[in-house]
């Protein structure tokens, strides 16, 4: 399913520059210009933004920036607003659209100087256009104003790169039915006493932990002859990330991968040949997503000398080191086909710290054509045969055939019933437009997949309104469209109806009934390595010397230790976020166990998996280790994230508790500081070296809230292995916290800080706000006050059930301008 | 439209036609331009009935048997070769090393794939000469094309073993044919033509954004009126993009050609899948896409059922026939003579169609070896070997029977380099290369 035909030629690759970086060069040049009180806040919450304009501190040019201003105001008020209007807005008989745009002040003035008031140009020249220019640009008209003046509110917005990748996965699901969640882990296996399947000959069915074998020339089970047999696996592939995989498999006898859809050969090693024994394939694959894998493994009888039988499935995953496939990526039931689009998106902007889909540029246009050419291409290959058999019985006169299969596309892709115009457009023009079927299929899904009606999914006020509801649910739960039976049936007969008095309580049964699913699961893990900011491609560099040991392959452990927490907590039947902080275990395996001790001590055998270095890479709890372990905020991986090369670093790790965990507001230093070096102050721990570089009163405004709240997790050094010593002293992990309304808590060990952030007001508040702004990706406070209330109380109530959390913020998203308009129309 | 009325009148005689126009030009720019050798191995599986096939005289003087009789036209411009043997012992039977060793001239790796006799085997130990003289040109930035070497299947099976394979980029490194023509065409125009569509599309899709816009607030708008202008903007740029390609006053720029819709890689399409190869070859030379390619009609053991000869019996099956069943050696000799005149229509597309470097045609530059794995099919021998040659890629002489007694193919092999400009000492098994190429045939 993956190449072939399906890699397009130019296929886009991402260079450019994410959207962020040009409003940091925003916020860079506001800096310098002292917008300073506005860059704080646009830095530390992302998305409250300031309603006032700047009214001082502007740039002094010729006369005082403030006094130019006023100057400026006053001409406005005077001159220009009994036809622009207050605040530029336009909408007046003199003139109507609104003041806005991209021009500097100097063209403007320039512009206005010649041109304005209409009635009499001469009436304002020189200075007088300049400062009015000055005012006009600061207060409404340059972006940055806009951005400044805009309260925060909906945008509407195009979907982002993981909500195209997740539509399309689920736009071609939409035709194989939908994957599915399974608890079970392992490979199904069946090895037969046969060259070939043969039920008579089958001796052994059972679920393989990981695949790696090496059977040289002994029997692989009993009853089974070693000269000639043949081994089926199948199951699917679990993702956690989205990224670029490389699926390793290593076999010395005949062998067989499909991959993704049941037909498609991702390897084809069906002639075994001396030497050869290595197949890599390097594909695309999508969080939250199963691929069906299904594997024949023959040793065939011959007359010349067998080759030992060795088996192996490994894989690099993004960032990662080669490892054979642990058996939590491994599920045992083979899951419908499914897709993974291999075209490369451009990254979103992220300047309110979640993606959003508010820029269109031509670089994610070629991306988007891309896009839909490849999905063009495997809806030819891959689903229209699908259809076909499906529909074998239909007529199929005049195309009918492919016209249905087409229109029931663009139906799914749009969320809603096609009308006329739309079909025409999409489906009967193209199909009369090309003869050949494959053609006319890849130009119905170029022009569906590049329509607005696919790409900017709220864009439905025409459609009914359990059509949005859909929609909206979709895209909340799974970044995706709405394609399972069920969901479209409760549409179909308008469940959803706003009218109907449980219409909300049966949107969150459908939620609800959504949120035990594989992709909820997906988008859930993005969230959690998002909050705690780890990139799970990334790499994390230690002093080798040190930390001998804390390899790529020590991290991948990690990384897997800690989605297991994560995944632990979140599907458990409490899915209780304070659990996050205080789980006294961790999920180990015995060479994790070896590295940082206790509290990572397997507390039962692991099943030896794989060969690497005969030690079980199985995944275990480890025996608790109370006072040692506190769930993800301890979590190795966390906290060398949150650590220099060498040392820790308490700064990094206070700015993260008090801006993540805790949702306050920092503004960023004063100047770039080098932490000092500690080979200079060799007598020093970390904590006192903090101290010493912040001790400064001006530095203290700020790091008095930061540096105690990170002291408090010192046992934990720069790979996160707990200690209670650093050269040769004890650590000193007292902390404490000043609340917002002035309140002094303290901390004596990291005990009492796991604690207070599990049971925080404001951390629960900062919670529910990320949360909302990771699934809904518009900001809470567009939605106003009494909701982000409510939902607070909602998660109190639910005993800070996370699952129930996300229902709950989909139920918002999906009511919300339903309701509005509902209630607009009633009054 | 019949299907073969739109072969007839398809994309490579607009091409030509466009071609001829821009002559004048390109004939005053070819003293600088250098002629463009290229070489096209055409495999036809099961071995032939060699007293129907090789002339009864070697020499100038040679006549043409009825399995050659297609190739009439073209005896001035063609040769034949008796004499040649592969020699290659080791793993595999007698069909695997007639295919895996034919173009490699080394034996195959011990392996899992069992014929019907001998021992099983793996892939072939080393490149495959079509594979070496593609490497050599692309090393070179002057011969250097696109693809290199594009390799052409007609109904080979879709499966990956011994049987299948005739080209190797190195020791176990089979490579695929691909059998769909329009696979092929995505290979080649899939860029220009996803363009094609994409600028067709997009004046429609306009209308659209039109038309979900209307009901925006003016806010809501700007992203979209900001995606029109962008949709409008790729929409201009590929309209002169099409007009400078359309245009055609360089000569390096030919129309793209147009396959009939919907032929499925079935048995009975073999004829028109073969001719729609023959023109993406032709038009892949035109464009200079490659100078090596090859064109694979099934595979060895394949068992074409040639209805349209009215033969219902597969080619393989019929093969093993004694020659004593008059019936099935007539039959083969008609599938025989069918493979000839895939090989008469390609040469004869290739003289009709000027070379795009202004020496002559596509022929003259051009030389089709057409083989096969086994000298003769129910005797599984891999003696006198069909060599056929027709064009002038390679400085053989030409208009010629040879019959080279028993040489090892090796040597065939080693002449093909040298007779393309790229002299070896060995290649394959330097066992069989002692004697080095085959003396007498370069001009």
Known sequence: MFFGKRMNDHAITSTMKSLATNVEAIIRVSIRIGCCGIVCVLLSTGCQVSAEPPTDELPASGESGAGEMRRGQKIYTDQC??????????????????????????????????????????????????????????????????????????DLSRLTGTQIQQSLADLYQHFFGPSYRVKERGLSASYFDSGRWDKEKLKVERVDPVLDFDFGRESPVEGVTPDEFYIHWSGSLRVEHTGRYEIVVESTCSMKLRFGHHDYVLIDNHV??????????????????????????????????????????????????ETVIPTEYLIPSTQPSGFALQTKLPPDDRSYGYDRGTRVDRQWDDAV???????????????????????????????????GFLSELATIAFRAPLDEASQKLYV?????????????????????????????????????????????????????????????????????????KDAEERIRQAALRMSDDQRLHGKMMEMFFDWLDIDPAAEVAKDENKYAGFDKVMILDLRRSLERTIGDVFWSDSSDYRQLFSSDFNWTNSRLGDFFGEGWIPGVEGRVEGRVDGVSNELVQSKPAGGRSFGVLTHPLVMSHLSYFDTTSPIHRGVFLFRRVLGRTLRPPN?????????????????????????????????????????????????????????????????????RDGQQVSF??????????????????????????????????????????????????????????????????????????YNNEST | ?????????????????????????????????????????????????????????????????????????????????????????????????GIGCLLTGIELFPGDIQGGSDTPAGWSMGISVDQHVKNQLQADPATAT?????????????????????????????????????????????????????????????????????????????????????????????????????????????????????????????????????????????????????????????????????????????????????????????????????????????????????????????????????????????????????????????????????????????SILEGFGMPEKTFGNPEFCGDGPLTGLIT
């Open chain 1, 81 to 154: 607003l009994s036809c622009h209007g207050e605040g530029g807005r336009g909408g007046t008989e003199g003139y109507a659209d609104p003041l806005l745009g991209d021009a500097t002040v100097s063209d403007l003035a320039s512009l206005i100087a010649d041109t304005m008031p209409e009635e009499d140009p001469e009436q304002c020249v020189g200075d007088d256009a300049k400062a009015v220019a000055r005012f006009i640009h600061e207060t409404f008209y340059s972006e940055a104003a806009q951005r400044r003046n805009r309260p925060a509110q909906r």
């Open chain 1, 272 to 321: 075994q040949s001396e030497g050869k024994t290595e197949f890599r394939r390097t594909l695309n694959l999508i969080g939250g997503r199963q691929y069906a894998i299904q594997i024949d493994f023959t040793q065939r009888k011959r007359k010349t000398e067998l080759p030992p039988a060795k088996f192996a499935l490994r894989w690099v995953p993004p960032g990662g080191a």
């Open chain 1, 369 to 403: 054509t891309a896009a839909a050419l490849e999905f063009g291409s495997i809806a030819g290959s891959e689903l229209w045969p699908q259809y076909r058999r499906k529909h074998r019985r239909d007529s199929d006169e005049n195309r009918s055939r492919l016209r």
């Open chain 1, 428 to 500: 009967d023009d193209q199909l009369a437009e090309a003869e050949d079927d494959l053609l006319a299929i890849a130009r119905s899904c170029l022009l569906i997949i590049k329509s607005p009606r696919f790409l900017y999914p709220t864009l439905d006020h025409d459609a009914a309104p359990s059509n949005r509801v859909a929609t909206r649910l979709a895209l909340t739960m799974f970044d995706s469209l709405p394609t399972d039976e069920w969901l479209l049936d409760q549409v179909s007969k308008n469940h959803f109806a706003p009218d109907h």
């Open chain 1, 671 to 739: 100047e770039a500081f080098t932490p000092l070096n500690p080979d200079l102050h060799p007598d020093l721990t970390t904590r006192q070296r903090v101290e010493l570089q912040t001790g400064e009163s001006k530095c203290q405004v700020c790091h008095q809230k930061i540096n105690t709240l990170g002291f408090a997790l010192e046992n934990f050094d720069a790979v996160g292995r707990f200690r209670e010593q650093e050269n040769g002293k004890p650590i000193d992990a007292t902390g404490g916290y000043l609340s």
């Open chain 1, 748 to 821: 004596a060990t990291p005990a009492d800080l796991a604690n207070f952030m599990a049971n925080n007001d404001d951390a629960h508040r900062a919670f529910v706000e990320r949360v909302f702004e990771h699934f809904a990706k518009q900001p809470l406070a567009a939605y106003g006050e009494d909701v982000a209330e409510d939902l607070v109380k909602r998660f109190r109530d639910s005993g800070y059930h996370m699952r129930r959390l996300i229902v709950e913020v989909a139920v918002v998203v999906a009511t919300h301008q339903l309701d509005q308009e």
């Open chain 2, 1 to 97: 439209m019949n299907r073969r009325d739109f072969l007839a009148q398809m994309g490579i005689s607009t091409a030509a036609a466009s071609l001829l126009m821009g002559l004048p030009s390109l004939c005053m720019g070819s003293a600088a331009t250098n002629r463009r050798r290229r070489l096209v191995f055409v495999f036809s599986p099961n071995g032939v009935i060699p007293n129907h096939f090789w002339p009864d005289e070697a020499g100038k003087d040679f006549d043409l048997k009825r399995i050659l009789q297609p190739l009439a036209d073209f005896k001035d411009q063609m040769l034949t070769m008796k004499g040649i043997c592969n020699r290659i012992q080791g793993d595999g039977d007698g069909h695997m090393r």
């Open chain 2, 146 to 414: 696109r693809f290199g070497s594009l390799e052409f299947g007609v109904m080979v099976p879709d499966r990956a073993d011994t049987w299948t394979r005739m080209s190797y980029a190195g020791a176990n490194q089979p490579v695929a044919p691909i059998s769909d023509p329009y696979q092929m065409f995505d290979k080649l125009y899939g860029q220009a033509k996803n363009r094609e569509m994409l600028a067709s599309v997009l004046d429609d899709l306009a209308g659209d954004f039109k038309r979900v816009s209307k009901v925006l607030s003016s806010e809501d708008r700007q992203i979209l009126d900001l995606h029109l202008d962008l949709v409008r903007n790729v929409e201009k740029e590929l309209k002169t993009e099409l007009a400078a390609a359309t245009k055609n006053d360089s000569g390096t720029v030919h129309a793209v050609p147009k396959l009939p819709p919907n032929i499925e890689e079935q048995n009975d399409n073999m004829p028109q899948i073969t001719q729609m190869q023959i023109e993406l070859m032709i038009n892949s030379f035109l464009a200079d896409f490659a100078r090596v390619a090859s064109l694979q009609i099934t595979n060895s053991v394949g068992q074409p059922r040639m209805t349209w000869l009215d033969i219902k019996e597969g080619h393989h099956g019929l093969s093993h026939e004694p020659d004593s069943n008059e019936e099935a050696y007539e039959k083969l000799i008609r599938i025989n003579t069918w493979y000839a005149e895939q090989v008469a229509h390609m040469a004869r597309r290739m003289k009709e169609t000027p070379d795009p470097s202004g020496h002559g045609s596509l022929l003259d530059n051009t030389t089709i070896i057409w083989t096969n794995e086994l000298g003769k099919g129910n005797s599984h021998t891999r003696d006198n070997i069909p060599f056929v040659m027709v064009g002038g890629g390679l400085d053989f002489r030409l208009g010629e029977a040879y019959d080279f007694g028993k040489v090892p193919h090796n040597r065939l092999l080693l």
